[in-house]
């Protein structure tokens, strides 16, 4: 039986995954959760062979949530599950730590094949994420600029595109708003611009609006 906790803020995603859950053989889902808080303290208590993670869970960013649950539970598997731009964000959750990345646009299907290769310690990508990483990269010119990032410095973009201050910035990711400030000036240098607009459209090509 493969033991499963779902951390979503959204109740339907909760229930629908917990549907398609049951109505498939050796799942048993443990717990689902709506914020980080109630992830770590459920976490307590529980022992999930994996967690389907929201990218976009409120409280902490989520791949600060994963590199968490890395630290405190090693063994624990994760599977992140988002609306997120899959081509973006499965690279810097995998280089975090995260098992497999699944896009909540895929087909339901995916849910089950994915957490029962995750469950056996094996890595998942959707077939269109693959393909996607195997075009040339000279059609993919944003996504050289993106290579160039940390995951810390994509959290930091994604967070400054969606419209947050340095102040908002520093507290989603527990930074200083100093070390924020030297993000944001390497963020420029890597993407070659020199001006907070021109950065915001490179994030904008990146898909992290």
Known sequence: MIKVLIADNHPIVRLG?????????NFEVINDVSTTSELF?????????????EMDIPEINGIATLRKLKQDYPNVKVLIYSSQSEDVYALSTIRAGAYGYLSKTADLDYIISALKKVSNGDMFITNELAQRLAFDEGT?????????????????????????????????LNLNEKTVSTYKARLMRKLNV???????????????Y
């Open 140 to 172: 993919q010119k944003p996504r050289r600029f993106f290579r160039k990032l940390s995951t810390r410095e994509v959290e930091v973009l994604k967070m400054l595109a969606s419209g947050k201050r340095n102040k908002e910035v520093a507290e989603g």
């Open 194 to 208: 020199d001006n907070l607009v021109d950065l915001l459209q490179q994030a904008k090509a990146l898909e992290l």
């Open 17 to 25: 995954i917990k549907q398609v859950l049951e109505s498939a053989n």
């Open 41 to 53: 303290k459920s976490m307590e208590t529980a022992a999930p062979d994996v967690i389907i993670l």
